[in-house]
DNA sequence: TTGTCTAACTTTGTATACAATCTGACCAGA
DNA sequence: TCTGGTCAGATTGTATACAAAGTTAGACAA
């Protein structure tokens, strides 16, 4: 493995979970070091990280791991409903049928999922992550794949400082099997509505969240 | 300037206006030196072409220019309806009335520009370009626009191979128009479908001169 | 003649040294 | 006391040397 794809895995991962709060200075001597690569793959690492728009480069004084705002999860929103309503749409035009129906079964499933604790809850994440990934090989679009990619990296993160409450879990189960049963129906315009509702009600209760987050944090402070 | 911005620059411009051809091979020391800019810098913006789309990395095999397919065409259409039609929506509620009433002026007079010749059809694209840009000063989402800057790069390339034909110009311009009238209105809806009609009717229009274009380079070959 | 192995060469990937730029503090002078 | 400038330190930006990996051509054997 390249030096270069280790240390963006590093800190990708350390700043979608948050181990690099946001603000975090990123000075190439020591995060380098740190990670055991030179500056050189390292650099290359950051710039990766900010195309990605995780990391805000400060022309001339350095990098910093990005801040997250309720106006940046609103812009957020705002991208995924134009990908995500046009994904849906293509998902249900070019859909293998036999994946979409086992996504069915699992997430008619799910309550049990859900309500069996921590663990099932994880098992519930990346349930919805295999709905991503089946959603991506059937819409056959590169482009729109790696931009839906990088928007749920921003997810993932802000997802980070959200409480994930079952009964909101329970509601996105059945809003993600509507979406299902419009894709499996192959009408595009009904999935792509169902996506609306999805992540209407998603933008909802994370704002939310994010909302009680930001006030305790400042509490603290 | 820093010598990696200059070397996007220069390979950017190239990339587009069609200088360095699909497939073209973009050794590191050759390419490097050619542009004045030692390999590090060289290597920065080489990352950025191919996180951008531009180029192909073919892993440990160097990088070429990127092909443009019809499949690529038709691919970047679906992530432009998803958001420029998502753009629209926003520029509609979010719209400073005033540049938006001076467009509409210069596009009502765009059939004189159209119709004046080369000089004049220049002028015409310009405009367009700062159409372009009244809508992303209205949407205030940076990771929309920077989405949208992206797909337009692209799309000044496979503009590039198409002929110009000034009916079609004049047809694009009446779109726009209609596009500009509803986010005058802010009528967000409007706005959408207007730009879905234009986006439709421009897809029409370049697929069949991109067709052509191969078909003549096949030819030739 | 064909297939395979090897070896040289080419190219990418990494480390490090060096240059340029920015920061911030301290001091001088008004 | 406040402003401006300069200087030291730290940090980013660039160049180059070195290492590693991959490709290709040629020779030799089957």
Redesign the interface.
Known sequence: MRASDKAYRVLLNEIVSGDLAPGTDLGEVEQSSRIGVSR?PF??AL??LI?D?LVDAQPGRGAVVASITLENVA??Y??R???E???AR?AAQRRDPEIFLNLQQEFIAAKQLIESGNAGIAVFYSLNARFDDAVDAS?Q????V??LRN?RTHMARIRRMAEHNPERLLESARETLLIIEAILDGDAALAAHATHVHLHKSQQSITAEVQEQFSQTKEVA
Chains 1, 2 share one sequence.
């Open positions: 050189t650099r290359e710039n990766r195309a728009g812009q957020l705002e991208v409903e134009g990908l309503e046009q994904a293509l819409v679009n590169e482009y729109l790696s931009a928007v």
